[in-house]
């Protein structure tokens, strides 16, 4: 799950992302963010309300950094890289608001070919490059749904499809 961070997160995109870590954890998900504040934080307190389990991948090199509903930190040390690692350790994205960062993240899983589905209306990343192919290779089409549940649903059938579409 990735998106706006804290400096720029608004409360609709908090609610949103509460709901897409709430439904990946109703659905057996692991839940893997950024680990740090805005929308994963977010997602993750969504998951520990619906019992799952978090990962945050975080850019410092101490865990003292992530918010307090990760499970699992990841203290990469790597600064923004880490958005490659946190991309690459994920079977799908979901993508709440975002920014630069999350641009990064949703370049590297397309890269990857990883489903990618935006939630229509969060504003950000996941508005300006739904419907897209983020270039011509045309590795996978960036997906939209407007109701958080159906895009984690989405997400995480694609995923398990191996992306047939």
């Known amino acids: ?83 490659f690692v946190t991309a690459h350790s994920a079977d799908a994205v979901v993508i709440v608001g975002g920014g630069a960062g999350a641009l990064i993240e949703a370049c590297a899983a397309y890269l990857k070919a990883k489903p990618i589905v935006g939630v229509e ?10 419907g897209t192919f983020l270039d011509e290779r045309n590795n996978v089409q960036i997906l939209s749904e407007t109701d958080p549940r159906k895009a984690v649903k989405r997400a995480l059938e694609l995923a398990d499809r191996g992306l047939d579409s």
């Open 1 to 83: 799950m990735i998106g706006s961070a804290e400096d720029h997160c608004t409360e609709e995109a908090r609610t949103l992302a509460y709901e897409v870590g709430a439904e990946a954890a109703r659905r057996g998900a692991v839940v893997l963010t950024g680990g740090l504040g805005g929308v994963m934080e977010a997602a993750c307190r969504g998951a520990k309300d619906n019992s799952g389990i978090t990962v945050g991948i975080i850019p410092q090199d101490e865990v003292r950094y992530a918010n307090r509903y990760c499970d699992v930190v990841i203290a990469t040390g790597l600064g923004w890289a880490r958005d």
């Open 121 to 130: 209306g969060s504003g950000g990343t996941a508005d300006r490059i739904r």
